[in-house]
Nanobody
Framework: QVQLVESGGGLVQPGGSLRLSCAASRNTFSFGWYRQAPGNQREWVAGITTGGTANYEDSVKGRFTISRGTAENTVYLQMNSLKPEDTAVYYC??????????WGQGTQVTVSS
């Protein structure tokens, strides 16, 4: 019912920055960013509510910032001071209502020298 498209991934050196974007086909109450490295489970990274309350996984606190665009169907993840361990496919998730979550196709982030 809700389609999401991520963009902004790529190759960056350690210490560099990337900004991920996600556009949803409709407005949602909350957004989240997740990531999955090869051989690992999908991991929650950050989330934001309609009220602008943001939460982060401990390893990205102080480095990543989740924000919503002026339109309620967009969300961003600003990633600074990137580390090799941040390498993963990053997924956008949207929750239009309680009990329903939709996922984007993912965008690759590679942090390497």
């Amino acid at each position: 019912q809700v389609q999401l498209v991520e963009s902004g991934g790529g190759l960056v050196q350690p210490g560099g920055s990337l900004r991920l974007s996600c556009a949803a086909s409709r407005n949602t109450f909350s957004f989240g960013w997740y990531r999955q490295a090869p051989g690992n489970q999908r991991e929650w990274v950050a989330g934001i509510t309609t009220g602008g309350t943001a939460n982060y996984e401990d390893s990205v606190k102080g480095r990543f910032t989740i924000s919503r665009g002026t339109a309620e169907n967009t969300v961003y993840l600003q990633m600074n001071s990137l580390k090799p361990e941040d390498t993963a496919v990053y997924y956008c998730a949207a929750t239009p209502r309680v009990g329903a979550t939709y996922w984007g196709q993912g965008t690759q982030v590679t942090v390497s020298s």
